[in-house]
């Protein structure tokens, strides 16, 4: 079963504002029952322009439900500039977060929200926003290119794999994981070069914490070392201890000490944590 | 109240089999394999246990070799099939296979194995023209499951081994829902191998079976000791084993019971189910399918939904849905089918065993519509009421 938070199952069992406003001012649709979700928002504003009653109607999960639950909370009482502000992780934050899994449901949230948003500036014409300005990169869940740089950039994403738990695209056949690697390098690419410091989590649990050493260790470390000939295996991970073993070039060289402390350890400590220590396997 | 349909995940260990395994918990602690009276006591226990387990089957006792699970036994038949002649590079199986077969028979394809799998129609049902037509020379193993474990719909598992025995084609049959179940009888049904899971037949979790007719060529899969013949090498899981015969030698003795008792049940929650709820509709053949399992797809609605709604009242049921695979996906099954992915995202999967009553069952009757329209209330795409 998923590990849902209190919060999760009061919302899905107990869902806020659902069903129909017959005048709403703004409607938005996102996903269709095929992908195995989908979500209609909709909102009517009060004289000064706040939302003073929304409602949705979901098909979805567990989760899906409960995050269209807490977006109609959400925006309650908000200008539409003010709703527009609201971030997928707004929406698994309001829930107690949400696993990782299931993020796809807080995207669908906001993108219905921003559907909605659309479409009253548009005079409510349009029930669904049209997705043709940007290029479908996943046609078994009709995702495009936009929703994948967007859920790459506002979630720090780095794998497809990743890519999937936000926005599905990927989760079908498989043939555009090639595509979404070019999108991650090319935003990923964009979004490092903006950053003046590296961001860095402030908190981890085990699991993140050697997930994110594998990514580090696969990202920052082994390329460096296989430009000279070298390479490094992950041994184990203890807490802020990290074992490795050198290979290649690295098992014989005479700096190899100084690889250890001054690549592999200081980029351990950039992009995990400051109290890392690395210690190589003892042979 | 709790009511448990989700026997085709696991089974509760019958209070019989708890206490038959127990002495050996305690003071019958010896390895069967020694020689001392220790093991010698414990040893006549594996040889009980193993003629109720060939027993339920109708096979000969040293044709059962006690494995960890019905996965392990389903491994053991295709690598030890395949590595038995290993000149044939050929293996066919079925879309709708548990993982334990599917997934074994497409790891194959990394050592330049081909794999078929034939397709089923939008009843589950299998073309055995099309098994016919795929039989090759240069085949290896054929592996079709008895029943499945989402639908229930039986394979006509006799027919499709004569064919494959007509070609000289070693075959195997996932049986873990089948065992227990309906009557089986490998006298009868030329297999060669057949798996079986304790689990699923009220002994324990961590013990199954592998059956394999004499003369079958299997090489081991896990290599060691002298056990089980040399089939099957490491110390005897003895209390486990117990059980699993304990469990066996009921199921034989109530097999025909248990078959009304729960097609009784089952076809009354099917039919209340499919008249109260709208926009239902049934997976799976209705007629040649298991006596305890039911798949009914509930239109507009998705599975997770309805099963964590269940779960809220007390009642444990399964679903092919994509969120609760873990993929993005709904089952291979209802894939494989042809169900509406629409449909494929609210099946329930209920499969009941002895231990359910009618007055579970009314329970289920009871909650289940409200939940269906409740969860239909939600969604942007039920059919307006009245409408």
């Known amino acids: 079963m998923w590990d849902y938070t209190e919060k999760v199952k009061d919302h899905f069992l107990n869902p806020r504002n659902t069903g ?4 709403a001012h703004g409607v938005g649709q996102v996903g269709s029952m095929a992908c195995g979700d989908a979500l209609k928002l909709m909102f009517r504003l009060d004289a000064e322009g706040r939302i003073e009653d929304a409602r949705f109607q979901t098909f979805g999960c567990a989760s899906a439900i409960a995050s269209s639950s807490a977006l109609t909370e959400m925006i309650k009482g908000k200008t539409l500039e003010e709703a527009s502000t609201i971030t997928n992780q707004d929406i698994a934050d309001y829930l107690g977060g949400l696993p990782e899994q299931k993020m796809h449901c807080s995207v669908m949230g906001m993108e219905a929200l921003q559907a909605a948003i659309e479409n009253y500036k548009a005079g409510g014409e349009a029930g669904n926003v049209e997705k043709t300005d940007s290029r479908v990169v996943c046609s078994c869940f009709g995702v495009t290119e936009k929703e994948i740089e967007r859920a790459i950039a506002d979630n720090d994403l780095r794998t497809v794999e990743q890519v999937t738990h936000y926005t599905k695209a990927g989760g079908g056949c498989g043939g555009c994981h090639s595509d979404i690697e070019g999108i991650i390098a090319r935003v990923r690419s964009g979004l490092e070069q903006g950053e003046t410091t590296r961001k860095r989590p402030t908190k981890l649990t085990n699991i993140q914490r050697i997930k994110l ?21 992950l041994v184990d991970i203890d807490g802020p201890r990290v074992v490795v073993a050198m290979r290649g070039a690295c098992s014989k060289c005479s700096v190899a000490q100084f690889t250890l402390r001054d690549v592999v350890e200081a980029k351990l400590r950039e992009f995990v944590s400051e109290d890392i220590v690395v210690e190589e396997e003892s042979k | 109240m709790e009511v448990y349909l989700d026997n085709n995940a696991t089974t509760r260990t019958a209070p019989e089999v708890v206490e038959a395994m127990a002495p050996f918990f305690g003071v019958e602690y010896g390895n069967p394999s020694s020689m001392h009276n220790f093991g010698g006591r414990v040893k006549k226990h594996i040889d009980e246990a193993r003629e109720k387990a060939a027993a339920l089957i109708n096979a000969d006792p040293a044709e059962i ?18 590595e038995a002649e290993p000149e044939k590079r050929h293996i066919i199986t079925s879309k709708v296979e548990h993982p334990a077969v599917l997934a074994a028979s497409r790891y194959m394809k990394r050592f330049g194995y081909r794999v078929t799998e034939l397709s089923v129609d939008g009843q589950g049902m299998l073309d055995l023209n099309e098994l016919r037509a795929s039989i090759s020379d240069d085949t290896a193993l054929v592996s079709l499951m008895w029943a499945n474990n989402e639908t229930g719909v039986l394979f006509p598992i006799k027919e499709a081994a004569e064919i494959a025995q007509s070609k000289g084609v070693p075959f195997h049959t996932d049986a873990v829902q089948a065992v227990g179940k309906i009557p089986i009888d490998v006298k009868k049904t ?3 191998m057949l ?4 689990h699923k037949l009220h002994a324990p979790k961590g ?18 000791g002298h056990q089980e013949n040399g089939r099957r090498a490491g110390t005897e899981n003895v209390p486990y084993i117990v059980g699993l015969g304990r469990a066996a030698e009921i199921a034989a003795a109530n097999i025909d019971s248990e078959f009304e008792h729960t097609k009784k049940l089952r076809d009354r929650l099917e039919s209340a189910l499919l008249e109260k709820c709208p926009d239902t509709r049934l997976n799976g053949h209705t007629e040649l399918r298991l006596p305890n399992t039911s798949n009914v ?28 695979s873990g993929s993005l996906e709904p089952s291979h099954v209802m894939r494989a089918m042809g169900v ?3 449909a494929a995202h609210g099946s329930i999967r209920f499969s009941l065993s002895r231990y359910n009553t009618q007055e579970e069952i009314e329970y289920v009757i009871e909650k289940m519509p409200p939940i269906a329209e409740r969860l239909r209330a939600m969604s942007p795409f039920a059919p307006k009421k009245g409408a």
């Open chain 1, 20 to 23: 129909v406003i017959e005048d």
């Open chain 1, 213 to 233: 050493v594998e990514e580090v260790v696969e990202r920052e470390i082994r390329p460096q070392l296989k430009r000279d000939g070298g390479d490094i295996e």
């Open chain 2, 65 to 82: 070799v006690f494995t960890s699970c019905g996965t392990e036994s389903d491994n053991m038949a295709i690598r030890g099939a395949l």
């Open chain 2, 190 to 192: 030329p297999v060669n």
């Open chain 2, 195 to 198: 798996s079986i899971s304790g």
């Open chain 2, 207 to 224: 013990v199954g079976v592998f059956y394999a007719r004499r003369g079958t060529a299997v090489m081991p899969f896990m290599h060691g």
């Open chain 2, 297 to 324: 797809s509930f239109e507009f609605i998705e599975g997770e939904a309805i099963l964590l709604m269940l779960d809220n009242v007390g009642i444990a049921a399964s679903s092919g849905s994509a969120c609760t």
């Open chain 2, 340 to 342: 509406p992915f629409t």
